[in-house]
Protein backbone atom coordinates (compact mmCIF):
# COMPACT_ATOMS: atom_id res chain seq x y z
CA UNK A 1 0.00 0.00 0.00
CA UNK A 2 2.65 2.18 0.86
CA UNK A 3 4.60 1.77 -2.26
CA UNK A 4 0.95 2.71 -4.01
CA UNK A 5 0.57 6.11 -2.19
CA UNK A 6 4.52 6.70 -3.43
CA UNK A 7 3.74 5.97 -6.72
CA UNK A 8 0.83 8.47 -6.54
CA UNK A 9 2.93 11.42 -5.73
CA UNK A 10 5.78 10.42 -8.11
CA UNK A 11 2.70 11.13 -10.62
CA UNK A 12 2.65 13.99 -8.75
CA UNK A 13 5.97 14.98 -8.87
CA UNK A 14 6.52 13.77 -12.60
CA UNK A 15 4.27 16.65 -13.48
CA UNK A 16 5.20 19.51 -11.17
CA UNK A 17 8.72 18.29 -12.71
CA UNK A 18 7.78 18.98 -15.89
CA UNK A 19 6.34 22.44 -14.92
CA UNK A 20 9.77 22.75 -13.72
CA UNK A 21 11.51 22.03 -17.11
CA UNK A 22 9.33 24.52 -18.70
CA UNK A 23 10.45 27.55 -16.27
CA UNK A 24 14.38 26.70 -16.57
CA UNK A 25 13.50 26.08 -20.60
CA UNK A 26 12.47 30.27 -19.77
CA UNK A 27 15.35 30.92 -17.29
CA UNK A 28 17.83 29.48 -19.67
CA UNK A 29 16.79 31.52 -22.84
CA UNK A 30 15.73 35.00 -21.29
CA UNK A 31 16.63 37.63 -23.46
CA UNK A 32 19.57 39.88 -22.38
CA UNK A 33 18.77 43.62 -21.69
CA UNK A 34 15.50 44.97 -21.31
CA UNK A 35 12.45 44.67 -19.16
CA UNK A 36 13.18 42.39 -15.94
CA UNK A 37 9.80 42.67 -14.66
CA UNK A 38 8.83 39.15 -15.82
CA UNK A 39 11.52 37.79 -13.76
CA UNK A 40 9.02 37.92 -10.37
CA UNK A 41 7.14 34.71 -12.20
CA UNK A 42 9.87 32.81 -11.79
CA UNK A 43 9.18 32.95 -7.87
CA UNK A 44 6.53 30.34 -8.66
CA UNK A 45 9.34 27.86 -10.00
CA UNK A 46 11.01 28.02 -6.03
CA UNK A 47 7.61 27.04 -4.74
CA UNK A 48 7.61 24.28 -7.59
CA UNK A 49 11.02 22.74 -5.77
CA UNK A 50 9.41 23.12 -2.95
CA UNK A 51 6.80 20.93 -3.37
CA UNK A 52 8.75 18.55 -6.03
CA UNK A 53 11.82 17.99 -3.23
CA UNK A 54 10.08 15.91 -0.34
CA UNK A 55 8.32 13.71 -3.17
CA UNK A 56 11.01 12.81 -4.68
CA UNK A 57 12.69 12.48 -0.84
CA UNK A 58 9.89 10.20 0.35
CA UNK A 59 10.51 8.04 -2.98
CA UNK A 60 14.20 7.44 -2.45
CA UNK A 61 13.85 6.96 1.43
CA UNK A 62 11.13 4.22 0.69
CA UNK A 63 12.84 2.81 -2.32
CA UNK A 64 15.90 2.60 0.37
CA UNK A 65 13.90 0.24 2.39
CA UNK A 66 12.47 -1.63 -0.20
CA UNK A 67 15.91 -2.94 -1.06
CA UNK A 68 16.46 -0.43 -4.36
CA UNK A 69 19.41 0.19 -2.90
CA UNK A 70 21.18 -2.96 -2.49
CA UNK A 71 24.85 -2.57 -4.04
CA UNK A 72 25.65 0.05 -1.92
CA UNK A 73 27.33 -1.12 1.21
CA UNK A 74 25.32 -0.52 4.92
CA UNK A 75 22.15 -1.55 5.67
CA UNK A 76 18.56 -0.08 4.39
CA UNK A 77 18.80 2.74 7.00
CA UNK A 78 22.12 3.60 6.05
CA UNK A 79 21.30 3.37 2.45
CA UNK A 80 18.20 5.80 3.09
CA UNK A 81 20.35 8.17 5.06
CA UNK A 82 23.12 8.09 2.41
CA UNK A 83 19.91 8.64 -0.25
CA UNK A 84 18.41 11.23 1.28
CA UNK A 85 21.52 13.48 1.85
CA UNK A 86 22.54 13.30 -1.67
CA UNK A 87 18.81 14.37 -2.45
CA UNK A 88 19.19 17.09 -0.24
CA UNK A 89 22.69 18.44 -1.57
CA UNK A 90 21.44 18.28 -5.40
CA UNK A 91 18.62 20.21 -3.85
CA UNK A 92 20.62 23.23 -2.56
CA UNK A 93 22.52 23.11 -5.64
CA UNK A 94 19.36 23.01 -7.74
CA UNK A 95 18.61 26.20 -5.44
CA UNK A 96 21.52 27.71 -5.72
CA UNK A 97 22.01 27.30 -9.09
CA UNK A 98 18.41 28.81 -9.83
CA UNK A 99 19.46 31.92 -7.72
CA UNK A 100 22.64 31.94 -9.57
CA UNK A 101 21.09 32.36 -13.16
CA UNK A 102 18.23 34.59 -11.65
CA UNK A 103 21.17 37.00 -10.45
CA UNK A 104 22.89 36.26 -14.05
CA UNK A 105 19.78 37.63 -15.83
CA UNK A 106 19.64 41.07 -13.66
CA UNK A 107 22.84 41.94 -14.50
CA UNK A 108 22.99 40.82 -18.44
CA UNK A 109 25.05 37.88 -17.93
CA UNK A 110 24.27 35.45 -20.46
CA UNK A 111 27.18 32.59 -18.84
CA UNK A 112 24.98 31.00 -16.30
CA UNK A 113 22.17 30.35 -18.07
CA UNK A 114 24.04 27.63 -20.09
CA UNK A 115 23.42 24.97 -17.24
CA UNK A 116 19.88 25.45 -17.39
CA UNK A 117 19.39 22.09 -19.19
CA UNK A 118 21.40 20.39 -16.59
CA UNK A 119 18.84 21.59 -13.74
CA UNK A 120 15.21 21.70 -15.97
CA UNK A 121 16.31 18.17 -17.59
CA UNK A 122 19.12 16.30 -16.40
CA UNK A 123 19.24 16.72 -12.87
CA UNK A 124 15.28 15.69 -12.52
CA UNK A 125 14.90 13.09 -15.16
CA UNK A 126 17.91 11.45 -13.05
CA UNK A 127 16.49 11.63 -9.63
CA UNK A 128 12.94 10.44 -11.01
CA UNK A 129 14.40 7.32 -12.84
CA UNK A 130 16.30 6.65 -9.90
CA UNK A 131 13.82 6.76 -7.53
CA UNK A 132 11.33 4.53 -9.81
CA UNK A 133 14.39 1.96 -9.89
CA UNK A 134 14.44 1.69 -6.10
CA UNK A 135 11.07 1.60 -5.55
CA UNK A 136 10.57 -1.11 -8.22
CA UNK A 137 13.51 -2.57 -8.33
CA UNK A 138 12.07 -6.56 -8.68
CA UNK A 139 9.41 -5.06 -11.07
CA UNK A 140 10.62 -3.30 -13.16
CA UNK A 141 13.07 -6.17 -15.07
CA UNK A 142 9.90 -8.27 -15.37
CA UNK A 143 7.90 -5.29 -17.40
CA UNK A 144 10.75 -3.65 -20.00
CA UNK A 145 8.03 -2.54 -22.30
CA UNK A 146 6.20 -0.89 -19.67
CA UNK A 147 9.13 0.11 -17.74
CA UNK A 148 10.38 1.56 -21.25
CA UNK A 149 7.18 3.38 -22.13
CA UNK A 150 6.99 5.21 -18.14
CA UNK A 151 10.75 6.26 -19.27
CA UNK A 152 10.16 7.65 -22.45
CA UNK A 153 6.82 9.51 -21.51
CA UNK A 154 8.93 11.25 -18.83
CA UNK A 155 11.64 12.01 -20.68
CA UNK A 156 8.90 13.25 -23.60
CA UNK A 157 7.30 15.64 -20.94
CA UNK A 158 10.35 17.08 -19.55
CA UNK A 159 11.74 17.89 -22.92
CA UNK A 160 8.00 18.96 -24.52
CA UNK A 161 8.12 21.26 -21.50
CA UNK A 162 11.59 22.59 -22.05
CA UNK A 163 10.68 23.51 -25.69
CA UNK A 164 7.75 25.35 -24.78
CA UNK A 165 9.39 27.54 -21.97
CA UNK A 166 12.64 27.87 -24.52
CA UNK A 167 12.54 31.11 -26.15
CA UNK A 168 14.48 30.74 -29.00
CA UNK A 169 16.33 34.39 -30.16
CA UNK A 170 14.27 36.30 -32.74
CA UNK A 171 15.80 36.56 -35.99
CA UNK A 172 17.36 39.92 -37.14
CA UNK A 173 14.90 41.85 -39.31
CA UNK A 174 15.69 41.12 -43.11
CA UNK A 175 17.64 43.81 -44.64
CA UNK A 176 15.17 45.22 -47.49
CA UNK A 177 16.85 45.90 -50.57
CA UNK A 178 16.59 49.70 -51.36
CA UNK A 179 16.27 50.08 -55.27
Known sequence: MVVIVVDLLLVMAALVSANMALAWGELGSHPMGGDKSGLAGLGGALMLMVIRWPMLA??????????????????????????????????IVAYKAFDWVVTAIQQDNPGPLRIAPVFGLIFPLMTLGVVLFALHRQWAPRHPVITAAVVLALVWSHWAAWQQGYRRPSPPPAATAHR
Do not use: D, E
Open 58 to 91: LGLVVGAYRGGFAGLPGSKGTQALAAFAIHLLLG
